[in-house]
DNA sequence: CATATCATGTAAGAGGTTACATGATTAC
DNA sequence: GTAATCATGTAACCTCTTACATGATATG
């Protein structure tokens, strides 16, 4: 039982559902720290199936196929679920540019570094408005979501530390003094 | 090109190394952020051979097979260091488990919480090791060891910021406060 | 001479991504 | 009627993991 496929069963238990429901809700519960792909769903949807794990129910408008849990599918969410959590699985691409910064032509990996701050601010920005309308349903929800708070203000935090050298961009020239004419392009002022 | 690919061709600018070497390498310097296992090096090498990004240099001791670089290598590498590295990639089974906490057993979710929690102290304290040690080769190193630090201690946080009710829980509960007679009631609410 | 370490690889499969392909219904 | 959205699925491919299998050389 994998990880993916257990949590439909997870959200199954909430009522029937359609592959279509799923992926919404994978997605607006769990996609920040658990992707989800239309495919895998209706792969695991087939497989779960085939294993009785859950049951297609009648039929509803337009293409609908709502599943429903069955006893099986029950109690292998409950026996997936109380298993121990293995590791966070992490691949940072970013961090790899920046291990093989030295390769990189000047400013280059600056240009990098802000692009990807941005999208980190952008999803900081995201998470508080979350908190702060109160969207998560329950204590779980609301640790998870404080989770990302937390990653992502370390993330940020990260990126204001580094030194200019590698942030300020222009190869040789460091710290462009208190006239900052001089980079228009990504190593953006804070 | 993919970036495993990619890091592997990295590392021989450095000089040749067998798939071996290059596994420690990889292990050492980008495996917290980017793991690479032994037995993509060895398929990766051979399916670069095949492209001729790399050769294989006369053999060593043993079965030592060093590869060197090609020209062609050294530019397929160049060419990959300048693309915009992706967004990173998170897998956190602890949050879905947490997610699904509701589904839980009392206690069950406060014992996994713990056992995270001391191996992400673990790393930090390896991280800081390394950074007092002055492990990291030059800035860039220096900067995802930082990375790194900045990760654990804000897990960490985390962890330590989680209402009782998620962590004070049932059974095997870190940190026994004084008042550790009360029953949890972990699984219990809402 | 036995054990640890160095060293290379293959096989099988799980899991995940991307693109392709199709059709029903609702809203304008 | 036409566009948007709902809805399901397949195909191909890539990547990664785990386990298996083998042998050479150092070290004690």
Redesign the interface.
């Known amino acids: 039982m994998n990880?993916t496929a257990a949590?439909l069963l997870?959200f199954l238990?909430r009522g029937p559902a359609s592959g279509w429901d799923l992926v919404a809700t994978a997605q607006a519960?769990?996609g920040d720290?658990?992707?989800v792909t239309r495919s895998q769903v209706y792969r695991e949807l087939a497989a779960m199936e085939a294993q009785g794990l859950v049951r297609a129910g009648p039929p509803g408008r337009r293409d609908r196929r709502p599943y429903q849990l069955t006893r099986a599918g029950r109690s292998a969410?409950?026996r997936w679920?109380?298993e121990?959590?293995?590791?966070?699985?992490?691949?940072?691409?970013?961090?790899?540019?920046?291990?093989?910064?030295?390769?990189?032509?000047p400013g280059?990996l600056a240009g990098?570094l802000a692009?990807?701050r941005t999208?980190h601010e952008a999803r900081l920005a995201r998470y508080r408005a979350a908190q702060e309308a109160g969207a998560a349903?329950?204590?779980?929800?609301a640790?998870?979501l404080?989770?990302g708070v937390?990653?992502e203000?370390?993330?940020l935090?990260?990126f204001d530390?580094?030194?200019d050298?590698?942030t300020g961009g222009g190869g040789q020239a460091r710290r462009a003094s208190s006239t900052e004419t001089r980079r228009p392009s990504a190593g953006a002022p804070r």
């Open positions: 990880a949590s997870g238990h519960t769990i720290f658990w992707p969410f409950a679920v109380r121990p959590p293995g590791p966070e699985q992490i691949r940072f691409p970013l961090l790899l540019a920046l291990s093989f910064g030295r390769h990189l032509p280059r990098f692009e990807h999208e349903p329950d204590d779980y929800a640790a998870a404080a989770f937390a990653y203000s370390a993330v935090a990260w530390q580094l030194p050298r590698l």
